[in-house]
């Protein structure tokens, strides 16, 4: 538990406490216009910005990637607005705790006239009983409730406490985001003060292992600053850094051609069933730091586009990699990526679903439609069976079969095949179903 007091001796023994803080603790933004991105919440008319400089009383569930600014937006509102800041982790504290900053709040706000900011980190990982001791408190405004959460709080955070905050979804940072961070960083006096100076290639470098997070940026430069003046230099190039953060420099820009010739290599190698190939293209896009939702989507597009129907399950699995990054995040979310890479390349082949789509769309394009047929139509309003909508349609369900003759298409597609599926892996039992399905369905047994 911690606080933060606008009294002048309580900020001295602050700062000397910051004076041997990590470097991403002291370069924590004490303004928000300090605050590097989330334009959206901080600009001028944006609403955060209009909580903080009116002093209203306010709760709010700060939801968002690690390193975006969480903890520093709690920081800095409880500083803006001369409230004592309380910090719980939900890692290390229970009702006890709870009940006991309430009480703490209590006798500030009725003998001191201050309201407490309690900002409780990691406020998915609370209890739902835990969370229900806060709902009086925020009710009655003895505390500004301020929870942080990396996962999606209408999951993880219970309805009557989203109810009484304001949700603000934090994006995560640019690069130039995060360049802004170390630039400020590597100058302050609160920071390295200009001890070294940072060479292109290493700056790109920390940007890459950044991944949008200043967090990891910072704690990697003051790594990287502590091995440059071991070694009796105030140039941090890229061999220093890499010797510091223990992570080789991998080629590749984000915003260039290798990113895009690294993803097509990944989908082709999937296509072609290298799976040894795929999980290297993977690594390689893990490691520089692309964006784990850009893969998922890309394993996904890959699951019907090329496998489709010859292993349904494919489908399945990366879905599941893609929801599993979003819940869990990365580093570890990158195994949830291989799961569904190995799955996907080690799968049997199949375009069938992309080229009868693709057929399908030419025709359409090219005016093949024309009106469907009047058993299809809705029958459910008043007047529908006036129209013969809907009365000559026979239901599947009332044959033994499931499956009996009646015209689905419009008269200018009757008898086109869009589907052909091959003869690998579940396609091939799909096959000779189909045929059967459309020999009864066409009239032609």
Known sequence: MSSLFDDPVEAAAEAAVDAGAPLAVRMRPRALDEVVGQQHLLGERAPLRRLVESDEPMSLVLYGPPGTGKTTLAHVISLATKRQFVQLSALDSGVKEVRAVITAAKRE??????????????????????????????????????????????????????????????????????RAVLHRALTSERGLHGAVTLTDEAEKHLLRIAGGDARKALTALESGAGAAKAASTDVLDLETLETAVAQAAVRYDRQGDQHYDVTSALIKSIRG???????????????????????????VISASEDIGM???????????AADAVAFIGMPEGHLSLAHAVVHLATAPKSNAVTVGMGESMADVHAGLAGPVPPGLRDGHYPGARKLGHGTTYSYPHAHPDGVVPQQYPPD???????????????EARLGERLAKLRAIVRRTR
């Open 310 to 320: 010859a292993d349904p399950t494919a489908l399945l699995t990366a879905v599941a």
């Open 412 to 426: 200018a597609l009757v008898g086109k095949d869009y589907y052909r599926p091959t003869n690998r892996g579940a």
């Open 273 to 299: 069933s290298d799976v040894d190939a795929a999980l290297h293209y993977l690594a390689r896009m893990v490691a520089a730091g692309e964006d784990p939702r850009f893969i998922a989507r890309r394993l």
């Open 109 to 178: 706000l009725t003998y001191a006239g201050r309201r407490t900011v309690l900002f409780i980190d990691e406020v998915h990982r609370f209890s739902k009983t835990q969370q229900d001791s806060l709902l009086s408190a925020v009710e009655d405004r003895i505390v500004s409730l301020i929870a942080a959460t990396t996962e999606n709080p209408f999951f993880s955070v219970v309805s009557p406490l989203l109810s009484r905050s304001l949700v603000l979804a934090l994006q995560p940072l640019s690069d130039d985001d995060v």
